[in-house]
């Protein structure tokens, strides 16, 4: 079992900052992948970034959406990741959840993959960006 306990969050004007963060606690085996979805209520989860764990660790992946606004990275401890958002839109208002799996392919930690592939969900924090 892998709890994720999300932090940070906010409401912010558009072009302004925020930084998420995520620690995970549990079977820490079970980890290989870490990252964020988001959703807006009504719309389908969405893969924003996520980063690589362990093997291969640091390799990274975005959504075409966020790709050059946001960083992912993990922190120290390990079992930590971030996401940096800069220059936020008011599309990016979304819940965010932080997610983990381990897969058994490097290539399905992607931002690409689907939510449903991902078994360990955060709470979900609220960031709301306005215009």
């Known amino acids: 079992q892998v709890y994720l306990a999300e932090s940070g969050g906010g409401s912010v004007q558009a072009g302004g900052a925020l930084k998420l963060s995520c620690a995970a606690s549990?079977?820490?085996?079970?980890?290989?992948?870490m990252g964020w979805f988001r959703q807006v209520p009504g719309e389908e989860r969405e893969g924003v970034a996520v980063?690589?764990?362990?093997?291969?660790?640091?390799?990274?992946s975005y959504s075409d959406s966020v790709k050059g606004r946001f960083t992912i990275s993990q922190d120290n401890p390990q079992n930590s990741i971030s996401l940096q958002m800069n220059d936020l839109k008011p599309e990016d208002s979304a819940v965010y959840y932080c997610v983990s799996q381990r897969f058994r392919f490097s290539r399905s930690c992607s931002a690409g993959t689907a939510s449903s592939s991902f078994s360990s969900w955060g709470q979900g924090t609220q960031v709301t960006v306005s215009s």
């Open positions: 980063i690589s764990i362990g093997e291969g660790q640091g390799s990274t």
């Open positions: 549990g079977n820490m085996y079970a980890i290989n992948c």
